[in-house]
Each structure stands twice: as C-alpha cells, then as structure tokens.
C-alpha cells in the first residue's frame, strides 16, 4: 500500500518553471514504477511521464520532452517534476500515480494516486 500526497503546483507565466514533488509513504515506494499525468478540464487524463522504480529510466510524452525531468528520490520516498518553458497548455491539474508497469501510459494500469496539484500557467 502507498499514499501519495503531491504539493508544488501554482501559477506562473510563460516561459517560467515550477517543480513538483509527490511524497509517498509506505515501505514498498522504492519497489514501484511512477509516473506523472495531468488533466485539463474538459479533458481525458493524459501521460506525462513515468521512471523506473530505480530512477535509472525515464519515459516522457511527446508534449512535454525536453522541457520536462522526471526523478525520484527513494531514501525520502520522493518524486519530483521538474517543468520548464512552460507552456499555457502545460495548465491541468497533475497527479502522482505509482504501481503501474515502467513506462506505462495508460492510466488504468496505475494502482495508487495522489489528490492531485493544480498548474496554472498564463499567457
């Protein structure tokens, strides 16, 4: 069992950056694949990226490549969204999912999520 808790969100402008965190808990973190999804309204949730349960890989979605760093921290059960250049569209509220297969993007193959954090970025 793991309970996930995101914080970082906010809002910002063009071109600016924030940095996501997804705490988790429980003594089984380290052994689970992660990822990150976002959901804008009126819209599915989509894939943002996922990381090995080692940090050692890392999966992005075409949208955000190169703009975007997944990493994870195990000794603090930590997982962390860097997002740079960000883009009006990048807005949606972000969640933490664990469980899934590395490098999943289908959202039904995740077991746990966070409540999700809201990004707002302005134009």
């Known amino acids: 069992q793991v309970q996930l808790v995101e914080s970082g969100g906010g809002t910002v402008q063009a071109g600016g950056s924030l940095r996501l965190s997804c705490a988790g808990s429980?003594?089984?973190?380290?052994?689970?694949?992660m990822g990150w999804f976002r959901q804008a309204p009126g819209k599915e949730r989509e894939f943002v990226a996922a990381i090995s349960w080692s940090g050692g890989s890392t999966y992005y979605s075409d949208s955000v490549s190169g703009r975007f760093t997944i990493s994870r921290d195990n000794a603090k059960k930590t997982m962390y969204l860097q997002m740079n250049s960000l883009k009006p569209e990048d807005t949606a509220v972000y969640y933490c999912a664990a469980g899934g297969s590395y490098g999943s993007v289908q959202s039904r193959d995740y077991a746990y999520w966070g409540q999700g954090t809201q990004v707002t970025v302005s134009s």
């Open positions: 429980g003594r089984t973190f380290r052994t689970y694949a």
